[in-house]
């Protein structure tokens, strides 16, 4: 039986928010693939390397990972259901031999020691209930000065394209289900630079890099607000509140779709070598 101590956000990736995912699995992978070249680059992954991916999703990054991982392997763990459902059937598509996935919360899941070269994420890490906690395990994970590398975003706010944009859109719509709500608050839980690094007490070489990406949202206005409404089925919009939507992501259309500039941190840290006791040093780029 699988432990879970996050409840709430195991309740909203196997509800609406993770089905909604595993149906629209392209276009979140799509989305998001601009954050990929600067994940993997703190990542630096080598060929022989065993990576873990926290909040792996449909796993995206994780065959990304197991392909820089070529003569190792990776594992994605996540806590919803769904989600690994679709990354299994990706997987066997592809013809991704060397990947593994499991159901299970890496707060509290126990990893084998020293058992993983690199820790990744793409995000995933904003969902903990006890972000300390749960890098602690993850740090136990890792063999000493093993590397970890995520992304999550940085604060949001009206110079921020993709924030701006979403704000406008819980403006105009009436208020988003108790799923959505619960990944909207995780998804600012590590957007202040100061607490990444009291998080990550245990680490060394810890670094905070500010990271910019654009997000793809649709092909245009019109297709990408169908996108966002999707998010709440069943939800009925005036035919005046949709032309509005529609009018505020109009701005942002371009021959490649709609695309939102995204401001991101980049963090990376290495566990602790078995000779290096000190608290990590933290420094903002």
């Given at each position: 039986m699988t432990r879970i101590t996050n409840s709430v956000q195991a309740q909203a990736w196997n509800?609406?928010?993770?089905?909604?995912?595993?149906?629209?699995?392209?276009?979140?992978?799509?989305?998001?693939?601009?954050?990929?070249?600067?994940?993997?680059?703190?990542?630096a992954i080598a060929a022989g390397d065993r990576v873990l991916d926290i909040g792996c999703g449909a796993g995206a990054t994780t065959r990304i990972a197991a392909r820089l991982a070529a003569s190792g392997h990776a594992v994605g763990i996540d806590i919803s259901a769904p989600l690994l459902d679709r990354a299994r059937a990706i997987t066997t598509t592809e013809g991704v031999t060397n990947v593994a996935y499991e159901l299970a919360d890496a707060q509290i899941h126990p990893f084998p020691p020293a058992g993983y070269d690199v820790v990744i994420s793409r995000g995933g890490v904003m969902f903990f209930a006890d972000h300390a906690a749960a890098f602690?395990?993850?740090?136990?994970?890792?063999?000493?000065?093993?590397?970890?590398?995520?992304?999550?975003p940085r604060p949001a706010g009206p110079d921020v394209e993709e924030s701006r944009a979403l704000s406008?859109?819980?403006?105009?719509?009436?208020?988003?289900?108790?799923?959505?709500?619960?990944?909207?608050?995780?998804?600012?839980?590590l957007s202040d630079p100061?607490?990444?690094?009291?998080?990550l007490r245990g680490y060394d070489d810890v670094t905070v890099t500010p990271v910019e990406t654009?997000?793809?949202?649709?092909?245009?206005?019109?297709?990408?607000?169908?996108?966002?409404?999707?998010?709440?089925?069943?939800r009925t919009v005036a035919a005046d509140?949709?032309?509005?939507?529609?009018?505020?992501?109009?701005?942002?259309?371009?021959?490649?779709?709609?695309?939102?500039?995204?401001?991101?941190?980049?963090?990376?840290?290495?566990?602790?070598?078995k000779d290096a006791a000190r608290r990590p040093t933290p420094r903002q780029q």
């Amino acid at each position: 039986m699988t432990r879970i101590t996050n409840s709430v956000q195991a309740q909203a990736w196997n509800g609406t928010v993770g089905t909604h995912w595993a149906t629209h699995q392209e276009r979140y992978d799509a989305m998001l693939s601009g954050v990929n070249d600067a994940l993997f680059a703190g990542a630096a992954i080598a060929a022989g390397d065993r990576v873990l991916d926290i909040g792996c999703g449909a796993g995206a990054t994780t065959r990304i990972a197991a392909r820089l991982a070529a003569s190792g392997h990776a594992v994605g763990i996540d806590i919803s259901a769904p989600l690994l459902d679709r990354a299994r059937a990706i997987t066997t598509t592809e013809g991704v031999t060397n990947v593994a996935y499991e159901l299970a919360d890496a707060q509290i899941h126990p990893f084998p020691p020293a058992g993983y070269d690199v820790v990744i994420s793409r995000g995933g890490v904003m969902f903990f209930a006890d972000h300390a906690a749960a890098f602690r395990n993850l740090a136990g994970a890792l063999r000493p000065g093993g590397r970890l590398a995520f992304v999550c975003p940085r604060p949001a706010g009206p110079d921020v394209e993709e924030s701006r944009a979403l704000s406008l859109f819980g403006e105009l719509l009436e208020g988003p289900d108790a799923g959505t709500v619960a990944a909207q608050v995780a998804m600012a839980s590590l957007s202040d630079p100061a607490r990444i690094p009291e998080v990550l007490r245990g680490y060394d070489d810890v670094t905070v890099t500010p990271v910019e990406t654009e997000t793809v949202w649709g092909r245009d206005a019109a297709d990408a607000v169908d996108f966002i409404l999707s998010r709440a089925p069943g939800r009925t919009v005036a035919a005046d509140t949709r032309a509005a939507l529609e009018d505020s992501l109009r701005p942002y259309e371009t021959d490649r779709g709609v695309r939102l500039r995204a401001a991101l941190w980049l963090v990376t840290a290495r566990a602790t070598t078995k000779d290096a006791a000190r608290r990590p040093t933290p420094r903002q780029q």
